[in-house]
């Protein structure tokens, strides 16, 4: 049984750090990425990555200021995100998918349950 579990968000100011992590058991994927939602929005792709991480794939809004890693060992996807702004503000979803290159929601087969980051202005 698959299931993806994130880890590592919370409130922080404008301008600071958070770390997401999300960790996969029973199986690996060729694509794991993040994806974020605000109230009253639709989900949003944020970032991916191939198994290797030579792939890196990030939305335009945090290009420069995320940055997307993977572990293989642990089976984990991290997010660390700099300078970060009240805009970023939105519950966080790790995802994964067998296949290559995926930036939409609907590419993407499992989810985890979402963790909520909160920027204060």
């Known amino acids: 049984q698959v299931q993806l579990v994130e880890s590592g968000g919370g409130l922080v100011q404008a301008g600071g750090s958070l770390s997401l992590s999300c960790a996969a058991s029973?199986?690996?994927?060729?694509?794991m990425g993040w994806f974020r939602q605000a109230p009253g929005k639709e989900r949003e792709f944020v970032a991916a990555?191939?198994?290797?991480?030579?792939?890196?794939y990030y939305a335009d809004s945090v290009k420069g200021r995320f940055t997307i890693s993977r572990d293989n060992i642990k089976n984990t996807v991290n997010l660390q995100m700099n300078s970060l702004k009240p805009d970023d503000t939105a519950v966080y979803y790790c995802?994964?998918?067998?296949?290559?290159?995926?930036?939409?929601?609907?590419?993407?087969?499992?989810w985890g349950q979402g963790t909520q980051v909160t920027v204060s202005s």
């Open positions: 995802a994964a998918s067998p296949g290559l290159k995926q930036t939409h929601p609907y590419e993407y087969d499992y």
């Open positions: 029973g199986r690996t994927f060729s694509t």
């Open positions: 990555s191939s198994r290797s991480g030579i792939s890196t």
